[in-house]
C-alpha cells in the first residue's frame, strides 16, 4: 500500500517539475522500482554503457529524446550520483575525452584540487610520519569538487535545456528507487565508516541491514540538485549548497572555504593521440597519468608480434607486466598537475626514449623494479565509468570519481552528498604509498589549487579516422592497465567487447614488485611466471570496463560482469 502511494505522488509531482513528460517514474521509460541488467548488446543508433542500469537507461532515454551523446553523458553522470553513491557523484571530479560527429576532439579536466589551506606536509605528524587516515577517510581527504563545474563545461555541445537532463537525478533521488544486492552489501559493509565520518545523520545508514530491493531516497540531494538546476554551477559552489560544505568542514576540520569553491573552474587539455597498429588512440593528458601510460605500455610492445605469442601466453603477459612496471616507474618520478610541474610529456612518449627503456628487456627473465627505476631524462575502488555513442557518430567517454568507495565517507550535511578523499592521491610523503600502493614524489606532492595525479583513462579508439571503440574503467592504478589489455584484445585477438572486457587481467605497477592476477587468470601461465622469477597476488576484481565498439555499422556494446553494470540503448 505504502509503494502504491508513493508512486502516485512521484507522477503528479514529476508532471508539475518539467514542461515534458518525466522520464523517471513507473511505466515510465526508467522505472526505478523494476529494472534488470543486460551486459551486452547490438545497437544500431546509440548506446550508453554505465555502473548502474538505471543511469544507463536515464542516458538512453535523454537521446531517444533528441539529446546526443553529450545531453546523455550529463544526465547519465547526473544519474550515477543518485543511484551508485559509492562512486557516482556531485562531490568528486573526473575527467571527460571526447570526439565529436565533426572529428574536432575535446578533453575536459574537472579533477578535484587541494583547498587554498592545503599544503605539502598537511599529512604528516610532528616526526614526519604519515597519517592516511587522514588523507584517506573523513573532511580533510576532500579536495574541491569538480564534477558540477565539469557537467557545465560540456554543456555548449550538448543540445537540450539543463533542467531536463537534471530532472531524472532529482526524481530518483526525490522518490526514491531500489537498491541492488550488490549496493545493499557496499552500505551494510560500510555502516560503521559512515558513523564513525558524519556529523549528521545521513541516507545510507539505517538501524537494520540493508537488502536488495530496499528503496532508497534521498531528499537532501534531491534539493541538492534542484538547487544546481535552478542556478547553475552557482548552485553548487555559490550559496546554499557551498555554505553546508563549509559548515561540514568546520564540524569536522575539513580546510575547504568559500573562496576554494567559488575559485573552482574546469579546465580544457590538449587530449593525448598517437597510434597503436594503425589505430588512433585518444586519451587523457596529465594531470591523469592514465592516457600516458597507456602511450608507453602500447607503444613498448608494439615492436612484438603479440597476435603469434598467443592470448594469455607466458610470452606476453611477461611481456606486458615489463611494459607496465617501466611505465609505472616514470609515474612515480615525472607525473603530476601540468600546471604546477612540468610533466616531460612529448619525451616519455618518444619512439627513442620508448625504445631506450625497453632496451633491457630480457625475454624468459623476470626485471626487478629495485634495478629497473624512471628513464632517464636529460631535459630540464571509488570510480566509475561512462562510454557513450550516439547516431551522428559523437563519441564520448567519462571517468568520474570519489576516489575510494564512497569517498571520505563524509556527507555534506543537509546536502546529501559524498565528498571525496582524492587528496590520497598526491604524494602525501615521498615513497608512502597511497592507498593503491602507488608511489611519488616531488612532481607530485600537495600543494595549495594543485591537481592531484589521477590514474583514469577515458580512451576512444579511431580506425580509418572513424569512430571504432569507447571504452575506459574504474580500479585505482589499475586503470590504464585495464584500458591497455583491453585495447590489446580488440585490436591484436579481435575479441569482441564482451571478451575484451571480461577475459581476467592482470597487473604489475613497478611498486610494489609483484604482477596481481584476477583469481580465474589461467594457472599453467602464472606459474611459468612464477618459475621465470615473478612474484604473483591472487586478488579479487580488476576494473569494471565499459565498452562500445564499431561493429558492422552496429554499436556492440559491452558491460563488465564484475558489477552490476549495464547497458542500454535503441
Ligand atoms: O584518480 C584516480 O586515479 C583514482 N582516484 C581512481 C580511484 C578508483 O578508480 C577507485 N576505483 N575502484
Not at 326 to 341: K, Q, V
Request: glycine content about 10%; aromatic content about 8%.
Amino acid at each position: 500500500m505504502k509503494k502504491i502511494c508513493l508512486l502516485v505522488s512521484f507522477v503528479a509531482v514529476t508532471f508539475s517539475c518539467t514542461a515534458r513528460q518525466p522520464i523517471v517514474g513507473a511505466g515510465k521509460e526508467v522505472d526505478p522500482y523494476h529494472y534488470s541488467i543486460t551486459k551486452t548488446a547490438l545497437f544500431s543508433k546509440a548506446s550508453v554503457v554505465s555502473a548502474h542500469p538505471l543511469a544507463s537507461q536515464v542516458g538512453a532515454a535523454v537521446m531517444k529524446r533528441g539529446g546526443n551523446a553529450f545531453d546523455a553523458m550529463i544526465a547519465t553522470q547526473l544519474a550515477l550520483a543518485v543511484v551508485y553513491p559509492g562512486a557516482g557523484n556531485i562531490g568528486g571530479g573526473g575527467f571527460l575525452i571526447a570526439r565529436k560527429a565533426n572529428g574536432q576532439l575535446l578533453s575536459i579536466d574537472y579533477r578535484e584540487q587541494a583547498p587554498a589551506k592545503a599544503h605539502r606536509d598537511m599529512y604528516l605528524d610532528s616526526a614526519g610520519n604519515a597519517l592516511t587516515e587522514l588523507s584517506q577517510n573523513g573532511h580533510l581527504s576532500s579536495g574541491v569538487p569538480g564534477t558540477v563545474a565539469g557537467l557545465f563545461a560540456a554543456m555548449p555541445y550538448a543540445k537540450l535545456p539543463f533542467a531536463e537532463l537534471i530532472q531524472p537525478a532529482i526524481d530518483l533521488a526525490e522518490f526514491g528507487y531500489v537498491i541492488t544486492e550488490e549496493e545493499a552489501a557496499n552500505f551494510n559493509a560500510d555502516k560503521n565508516d559512515f558513523v564513525k565520518y558524519n556529523t549528521q545523520p545521513l541516507a545510507f545508514v539505517k538501524q537494520v541491514a540493508w537488502k536488495g530491493g530496499d528503496t532508497l531516497v534521498q531528499k537532501d540531494l534531491a534539493e541538492t540538485l534542484k538547487r544546481i538546476r535552478d542556478n547553475g554551477a552557482k548552485g553548487f559552489y555559490e550559496g546554499t549548497t557551498a555554505d553546508l560544505i563549509v559548515a561540514e568542514m568546520q564540524r569536522g576540520k575539513g580546510c575547504i572555504t568559500h573562496e576554494d569553491l567559488k575559485n573552482y573552474r574546469a579546465k580544457e587539455r590538449e587530449p593525448l593521440t598517437f597510434t597503436y597498429r594503425g589505430y588512433q588512440v585518444i586519451s587523457f593528458p596529465p594531470p591523469s597519468s592514465g592516457g600516458l601510460l597507456l602511450v608507453q605500455m602500447l607503444k613498448m610492445i608494439e615492436p612484438f608480434p603479440v597476435a603469434r605469442y598467443g592470448f594469455h601466453s607466458t610470452e606476453l603477459v611477461q611481456l606486458m607486466t615489463e611494459a607496465e612496471r617501466r611505465a609505472y616507474a616514470d609515474r612515480a618520478e615525472y607525473m603530476g598537475d601540468p600546471d604546477f610541474w612540468n610533466v616531460p610529456v612529448k619525451t616519455l612518449t618518444s619512439d627513442a626514449y620508448i625504445t631506450a627503456r625497453m632496451k633491457d628487456f630480457v625475454p624468459g627473465k623476470a626485471g626487478k623494479s629495485e634495478t629497473i627505476k624512471a628513464g632517464i631524462i636529460k631535459e630540464s575502488e571509488e570510480t566509475t565509468h561512462i562510454s557513450i555513442m550516439d547516431a551522428q557518430g559523437n563519441m564520448v567517454a567519462v571517468t568520474t570519481t570519489l576516489n575510494n568507495h564512497y569517498g571520505s565517507k563524509t556527507v555534506v550535511g543537509g546536502a546529501g552528498f559524498l565528498l571525496n578523499d582524492e587528496m590520497d592521491d598526491f604524494s602525501i610523503k615521498p615513497g608512502v604509498p597511497n592507498m593503491y600502493g602507488a608511489v611519488g614524489g616531488e612532481a607530485n606532492a600537495i600543494a595549495p589549487g594543485k591537481r592531484m595525479l589521477s590514474s583514469m583513462a577515458p580512451t576512444l579508439l579511431l580506425k580509418n579516422n572513424k569512430p571504432y571503440a569507447v571504452m575506459g574503467t574504474p580500479g585505482g592504478t589499475t586503470i590504464p592497465t585495464s584500458v591497455f589489455q583491453t585495447i590489446v584484445n580488440m585490436v591484436d585477438f579481435n575479441m569482441s567487447a564482451a571478451d575484451a572486457v571480461n577475459k581476467p587481467k592482470f597487473h604489475h605497477q613497478w611498486l610494489p614488485d609483484l604482477i596481481y592476477m584476477e583469481k580465474d587468470f589461467p594457472d599453467v601461465t602464472a606459474s611459468a611466471l612464477e618459475k621465470m622469477g615473478y612474484q604473483l597476488d591472487r586478488r579479487g576484481n580488476i576494473g569494471r570496463t565499459e565498452v562500445i565498439k564499431m561493429n558492422n555499422g552496429k554499436l556492440e556494446s559491452a558491460a563488465d560482469k564484475r558489477g552490476d553494470d549495464c547497458v542500454a540503448g535503441f
